[in-house]
């Protein structure tokens, strides 16, 4: 067993390139780090499109008030798919991808260090999310209930009665979750145990250092949301009574159990991207890092917060006021080590040679847009004010103003920033920039209005709403569409630079540092056979 | 940071990779274990009574 998992490195690594199997098969059997990480970005992306295509039939549902298309139990099911494809599906396969691809570029290592164990992690998706959908797809055709319809939420007792597209999300989520752990475990020896020679934790780029405390929060979260699913599973079907009221069960429990999994994730899905912008922010700067030491002790201040905070998502279902005061003090005091991460942002590019290509263009929106996000979770964050909002529209926002810039913007960042090291060609900066003015627009005309309507009392998860909403909802929608379309930019951009362009050299920006800028561009299917060592 | 750019030495690297694969493996049942401890804890704290 101990040998199945720990491929030999580099010996069996060597073999790969000679012996490698041609066509499908390739990627079937690949436990080679830039395969695996190009299909877990693939993978992502086909998601972030299909969860895309799902909100945006939410949103023309909202286009103006009256049901127009579709009933409210189809509404359900899109945006609690949406919700759990942005999540699960979407954003941590992308940042899972962009570890496996750049971290053993970024450590000096031939590869990660379970590289099998990497290909099960991967190849554990494609089923979970035809396990998601299927039920979705059956529905539409007439067959079956259709998909779970609870909210991403699956807030009990609703998931306790819901029809039976809630067992197969059950067991997607399971599946999602255990190919998360081992992408998890794979991050963590590969970080810990191979970086090169004279690579101390303290002279580790930051990239690494966000993945790390990412990894060691999804394997202390995700088991314990599998233990709530699986107590789900069970009152459904095998007369539990964890969440039944009836039985002396308590759903608040529920409540716990999944907000104590929900609230990291959000920083889950930053801490990536808090790593992988100081690099892109640097490089456009043309100057060291800001406050290096101080990045990582933020990151890892978020991340011991963010566990014992998660209650604040429940200050609408009834607390104690100390129970309130705590969740609500110790919710603010995360913001601490977030400014800290801001200071050392702006402080980096402050009186730098600037310049704005594309990568800069989207690590400076998000600096932009997830300070937003930020500070209106602020507001959330207080007990007081809370009730007024959390049900509303400002909520969603709140929360996609956090999230769309993280896990999209700043994803885009690290790939625009590290596609020249991939494919060898250099991007097309006309088509990077119009993408990035097109989300700009797009994202803004979504959300902002949603701030409006929301502090105007409009309720969120509604699928019809009062004619006093209709311009903001009718300009969100159209912002919608817009954000949509401009996914088409970056499709087109890709596929344009891999198939050719201008050669990029080894260092393909003149202000980037670190190892995986010494290796040729595109990187060379093995890269560290022969060790760097760090001085 | 800085330190990364300035140094590209070789060194013959096959045994140090075979040393460390060892401690790969043990770190990650070490990880996949306290996975499944949090996992089984959590399902053994709320067990009906």
Not at chain 1, 73 to 78: D, G, P, R, T
Not at chain 1, 144 to 150: F, L, N, Q, R, S
Not at chain 1, 310 to 326: C, N, R
Not at chain 1, 390 to 419: D, E, R
Request: neutral net charge.
């Amino acid at each position: 067993m101990a040998h199945d998992l720990a491929h030999d490195l580099p010996h069996d690594a060597a073999h790969d390139a000679h012996h490698q199997p041609g066509g499908l098969m390739r990627w079937i059997q690949t436990t080679n780090h830039k395969d695996i990480g190009l299909m877990y970005l693939i993978f992502a992306f086909v998601m972030l499109l299909t969860g895309g295509a799902m909100i945006l039939g939410v949103r023309a549902e909202l286009f103006k008030p009256g049901l127009q298309l579709m009933q409210p139990e189809f509404f359900n099911q899109l945006i609690t798919l949406h919700g759990l494809i942005m999540v699960f599906g979407f954003a941590m396969p992308a940042a899972t991808g962009l570890a496996n691809y750049m971290l053993p570029l970024i450590l000096g290592a031939p590869d990660m260090a379970l590289p099998r164990l990497n290909n099960w992690g991967f190849w554990i998706l494609p089923p979970a999310a035809i396990m998601l959908t299927l039920p979705f797809f059956l529905g539409v055709f007439g067959v079956g209930p259709g998909a779970v319809d609870t909210g991403w939420t699956m807030y009990a007792p609703l998931s306790v009665q819901s029809g039976w597209g809630m067992d197969f999300a059950i067991f997607a989520v399971h599946m999602l979750g255990v190919s998360s752990i081992l992408g998890s475990i794979n991050v963590i020896v590969t970080i810990l145990n191979m970086r090169a020679p004279g690579m101390t934790l303290f002279k580790m780029p930051l990239f690494a250092h966000g993945f790390l405390v990412t990894a060691i929060l999804l394997i202390t979260i995700m088991p314990v949301l599998a233990g709530g699913v699986t107590m789900v599973l069970m009152d459904r079907h095998f007369d539990t009574h964890f969440f039944t009221a009836a039985g002396g069960g308590d759903p608040v429990l529920w409540q716990h159990i999944f907000w104590f999994m929900g609230h990291p994730e959000v920083y889950v899905l930053l801490l990536p991207i808090c790593g992988v912008v100081p690099h892109v922010l640097s490089a456009f700067a043309r100057k060291p890092v800001y406050g290096y030491k101080a990045q990582v002790y933020g990151m890892w201040g978020i991340g011991a917060l963010s566990v014992v905070v998660w209650a604040h998502h429940m200050f609408t279902s009834g607390m104690s006021v100390g129970g309130q005061l705590y969740f609500m003090y110790s919710t603010m005091l995360i913001s601490l080590p977030l400014a800290v991460l801001f200071f050392c942002w702006i402080a980096t590019i402050w009186r730098g040679s600037l310049s704005f290509e594309t990568p800069m263009l989207f690590a400076v929106g998000f600096v932009i847009l997830f300070g937003w996000g930020g500070l209106t979770g602020l507001v959330l964050a207080d007990a007081a004010a809370d009730p007024q909002y959390h049900n509303a529209y400002f909520l969603v926002a709140h929360f996609h103003y956090a999230l769309y810039p993280t896990t999209v913007m700043g994803a885009m960042a690290g790939v625009y920033y590290w596609l020249p090291k991939w494919t060898g060609h250099m991007l097309d900066e006309r088509l990077g920039r119009l993408h990035f003015w097109v989300v700009m627009i797009g994202f803004n005309l979504t959300f902002i209005p949603q701030f409006l309507v929301g502090l105007a009392g409009m309720p969120r998860r509604i699928p019809d709403y009062p004619v006093m909403f209709s311009e903001w909802n009718l300009l969100s929608t159209v912002g919608a569409f817009i954000l949509g379309a401009s996914h088409l930019i970056f499709i087109y951009n890709v596929v344009k630079n891999v198939r050719g362009g201008v050669k990029s050299e080894a260092k393909s920006w003149e202000g980037a540092e670190g190892l995986e800028w010494t290796v040729p561009s595109p990187a060379p299917h093995h890269t560290f056979d022969v060790q760097p060592i760090v001085k | 940071m800085t330190a990364i750019k300035d140094n590209q030495a070789s060194v013959a690297d096959a045994q140090e990779w075979a040393r460390r694969k060892k401690n790969n493996v043990r770190l990650a049942y070490l990880m996949g274990g306290i996975a499944v401890a949090i996992f089984l804890i959590s399902l053994w704290k709320y067990r009906p009574l």
